[in-house]
């Protein structure tokens, strides 16, 4: 698939991307075997739901296959390593009259060398601008990030990162990536450079501040985040605040919004967790309306995980969006979300 207009390229040599990797993750793994020496290990990870839809006729009900990591992570020893995963996407991801199907294309292809305090990555790398809040909700898998649902930046991208533990209170990250995504790799005139660091000064609280900016068509484009957050074995509580300038290249189109998660643990196993998000932007002049408004609004999730093993965890939760336009209804959502892990 070739599309100029959202600038998205899938080249179909990637069809022989995934059964390539299958084969050298079976051969490494049998080389391990024969010489009782490990080379790395594989990767995967599978997001799925069933989910009932009481405001959507067209998708009332059904299940969906959010997620499907597949990866070898390379350790021959030493401060080098190597990562590859491919990632087998949605069709919803794909652009507007498109045929639906899965595709496939490279979510990680990197190359690290890492020493005690020092980690360098460099290729198709994870970014920083969520990384540690995902981390520590830790419910990916029942819904997306408050920055990526709001188009604040990506999981993923081409350049490098940089990441470095002063002691175990302060740790810096900085990154120099293309703008534009693991999923548009193409070569423009834009780069994208970011800064952040995280502080855990006590057991189970942790702080992150981090900023990125961009030259876009001439017109900087800069990302806040600051992130605060508690944690033990009772509860989990974090909450965040993102601010973005001049999106998609249109002077004065600022965005900002918040985002808060918390949970309880009842048992070893089972949890109950919410989380809520306020998303909104400016007025622009003399008008009524936020420039935004059709897609400023409201995200709730309220429910109860049960971890079913090391690998495995389900969810069964409530999900509403509340647009903040009279335009737009809201939808109520049920879900049973399942992640496999390892």
């Known amino acids: 698939m070739f599309n100029r207009q959202n600038k998205t390229y899938y080249l179909p040599e990637m069809r022989k991307t995934l059964p390539a990797l299958v084969l050298f993750a079976f051969l490494s793994q049998a080389a391990s075997g024969q010489t009782n020496e490990s080379y790395g290990k594989p990767i995967a990870e599978i997001f799925t739901d069933f989910h009932v839809n009481f ?8 299940f969906d296959l959010n997620r499907a990591y597949l990866g070898w992570h390379f350790i021959p020893g030493g401060k080098i390593s190597g990562k590859v995963i491919i990632n087998i996407g949605s069709p919803d991801d794909l652009a507007t009259g498109s045929t639906p199907r899965r595709y496939a294309y490279c979510r990680e292809a990197s190359l690290i060398w890492s020493d005690e305090k020092l980690t360098v990555s460099a290729g198709v790398t994870g970014t920083r601008i969520f990384e540690f809040q995902q981390r520590f909700w830790g419910k990916r898998y029942v819904a997306n990030t408050y920055q990526s649902i709001n188009g604040y930046g990506f999981i993923a991208d081409l350049g490098f ?4 533990k002063f002691n175990d209170v302060w740790k810096a990250d900085l990154s120099v990536m293309n703008g534009e995504g693991y999923s548009n790799l193409q070569l423009d005139d834009n780069l994208r450079a ?3 660091l995280t502080i ?3 057991s189970g609280l942790a702080f992150r501040i981090y900023g990125d900016i961009q030259d876009a068509g001439g017109l900087w484009q800069p990302v806040a985040v600051v992130f605060a957050g508690y944690k033990n074995d009772l509860i989990t509580i974090g909450g965040e605040i993102s601010y973005k300038s001049n999106i998609d290249c249109n002077r004065g189109h600022h965005a900002w919004g918040v985002s808060s998660t918390g949970g309880i643990n009842l048992t070893q196993k089972l949890e109950l967790f919410g989380r809520y998000d306020y998303s909104t932007s400016v007025t622009l002049g003399k008008d009524i309306m936020k420039w935004n408004y059709l897609k400023d609004g409201s995200f ?9 093993s090391p690998y495995a ?5 409530y999900q509403g969006r509340y647009p903040y336009s009279p335009l737009k209804t809201g ?3 049920i879900f049973l ?3 496999f892990k390892f």
């Open 200 to 202: 855990t000064p006590a």
């Open 337 to 339: 979300n399942a992640l």
């Open 331 to 333: 939808t109520d959502m």
């Open 300 to 308: 709730v999730i309220i429910g109860m995980q049960y971890i079913l």
């Open 161 to 164: 990162v940089i990441d470095y």
């Open 55 to 62: 405001n959507d006729t067209l998708k009332h009900t059904g």
């Open 194 to 196: 970011s800064l952040g």
């Open 313 to 317: 965890k389900i969810a069964l939760n």
